[in-house]
């Protein structure tokens, strides 16, 4: 038993969301060691991992190469300011090639017969140029002569710029030690003695015939060392590192962030592992446990398993493209940028597309997970269901199958009929023909056949919902006559009015039950609850001394009556909700009836402070049962004067409206009306729940039913405490010469 608890802890909700929170945690993990592996090859290539020095690496070489080039171009090619402000510097044909390009001048028979001067502001001709292309050659001369002038003088301050950059960036370099010497050892630049620089162990020496490398363990040489500023010249450069660096330059900064990436690489790579194993362990348990509550239980399946596993999987696999392009962007635009603050904004993105990545990924190997142990994965393929769907057109359970196959069918018999009777005759079986046009009108004429029973089968069940609409549920449907086509659902509609039929004599049987059973439990109570009244009374008349007794006595009278009244309520309301009144109907005075009911309950109304306004037109006649009238009116007024808010007037309208006379009485209530107002034309319910001393609740459900036995309705609009009831009774019709009758009377 203990063995079993502790195993079914593992399908825990609480241990699932763990295992979901260190699969997510160990993610986070990966991402960031990943980060910061992004951000060491901003700088670093992968030969860092193998590098055993900084000096070994190419970032290294790149770098001293970019420092020696400017070196060499400062002080072998430019040598001096003033050198370059005379043009002794200036490359003839790197500047006339580049007035040519700037210019879009192309080379032909022109500049071929033709020389720049050496003071490049005019042309020089060394041959013949044809008559016709005389106007091109002056068009190119003014050029020259206007032009190149200033062209001449832009491309040596270019190249005073170039200088001085270069002569600021040789004076940031502190660990970078060089000298040049000419052919007769003499020096002519440089940042370092010669002695200071054969004391250092990392050097490197050039000139045009000869180089020799101790930079590093493994030398290897850029097109940049084979400079043609030395090969031209008879110069030698002479170039060392210092070991150990001195801060404050970029070899310095290169040394540092080697050590950082050295220390930093293999301790990103056992983090990722275990963060990696912990991902896997993750996903192993979320697959043992998803889907259940307890070993061995149920699985469930979940929303996202009611997707087709194609579907899903290709979903899964178009986001996986769109995030991996886009991650691989925002990966190459974290290390090519130089803003620190749009480099936080794109890790984010990076970060949040990856664990949205990561949890798309553990849904898709969960979902299939659940499906796998449910047996339902290749049930829920596209493809499945489409062979199963397929299938079922050819099993008849359907209508639209059979709808189907007899269409296909057809269209088939006729097609291979029609065939026939085309290709025969060009065959030469004009006989065979003749025979295929008889059986294409007997299949035709069978088809017909089949059609139209098919549609009297439709015609009987069509006949037999409307009956059922009627409310005649004995009406029997004769399956028989039904066609195999409707034949399913002949038989859905034969259950469904065999279930209607039970479920009205169900309904019919109840109602008659508790109707007998209130009237009999009434009328068994009226007698003996007549003869306590008849007691009661007589105790009244006695002469007794006893205050206290005589107390008694009148509350047992009032309660007596109150339960006569109850008693006489429920039996009326039995008899008005089963229909079993007695309606005499006859020609009502609305106005008036309602007159004289107002007049019988004139003491309780003054009592209660009220005043009637009676608003009435014309004579209002209606087609009612006065007796059954009168109650409603009663209940009415009654329901007024126990629940109108006191000293305050009550509005009564009778008037007429599509042929209904129509009273609506209303009045402000002394209570807030918080709840449904159709509530309360149910039985027991009252309009001040805290009442128990009066009423049965009765009163507005007896007259709904006495409304509606006559033909006509009872409702209750409620705004605010505004409280609303509308009786709706049927006009009392008479021919003229009964109106000119009244009328002469």
Known sequence: ?????????????????????????FAVSIFFCGIVGVNISRNWSWDVINADTVYDTEEFRETFSRTLDRAVQADIYYQNEDRVSKGAAVDRNDLLNGFKRYYGIIDGIITGNTEINAAYDGLLLHGEIPESLQGNLEEYRNLVESRLPAYYKMYIQRQLDEYKNCIRYLEGVRNFLYYVEDENGNVVGGNAAKGEISQEARTLVLSAGFSSDHLGENPYYFDTYENPVLEKSNFKFYGAIRDPLLPGDEFYDLWQGFGFAKKSIPILSCVSAVSLLGMLLSVIYLVRVTGQTERRGKIQLGMVDRLYNEVHFLLVAFFGCIAGFTAHTLVDTIRQGAVLFWNYVFATILGVLYLVTAAILLNYLLSVARQLKNKSFFRNTWISVSIRRMSELFTGSTFRGWMVIVMLCYALGNCVIMGVMVMAPYYGYAELAVLAGVVLVCFNGLCMYWFVRALRSLKEIMISVKESAKGNFSYQLDLNKISPSFLNFAEDVANIQEGFKNAVDDAVKGERMK????????????????????????????????????????????????????????????????????????????????????????????????????????????????????????????????YAMRNSRIYVDIFKMDGYGVLIMKNISATPIDFDETRLTERFVRGDASRTTEG????????????????????????????????????????????NEVDTL
């Open 1 to 25: 038993m203990a063995t079993k608890s502790k195993k079914s802890k593992l399908y825990r909700l609480r241990n699932k969301g763990i295992a979901v929170f260190l699969f997510f945690t």
């Open 696 to 739: 049965s609740g009765l009163g507005l459900s007896i007259t709904q039913s006495l409304a509606e036995i006559q033909g006509g309705t009872f409702g209750i609009q409620v705004d605010g405490d505004l409280f609303k009831a509308i009786v709706s009774i049927p006009l009392w019709e008479e021919d003229e010469e009964e109106e």
């Open 515 to 642: 109707a007998e059973l209130i009237t009999n439990v009434s009328h068994d109570l009226k007698t003996p609850l007549t003869s306590i009244i008849s007691y009661v009374e007589l105790l009244k008349h006695e002469d007794l001394k006893n205050e206290r007794a005589k107390g008694f006595i009148a509350v047992l009278y009032e309660k007596s009556y109150r339960l006569k009244h109850l008693i006489e309520d429920l039996i009326e309301a039995s008899k008005a909700s089963s229909g079993n009144l007695a309606v005499a109907k006859m020609r009502v005075d609305y106005k008036q009836l309602t007159l004289q009911a107002m007049g019988e309950l004139e003491d309780k109304t003054n009592a209660a402070g009220l005043t009637f306004k009676l608003s009435c037109d014309e004579p209002v006649f209606i087609d009612a049962d006065g007796g059954h009238m009168w109650r409603i009116l009663e209940n009415l007024l009654s329901n007024v004067i126990k």
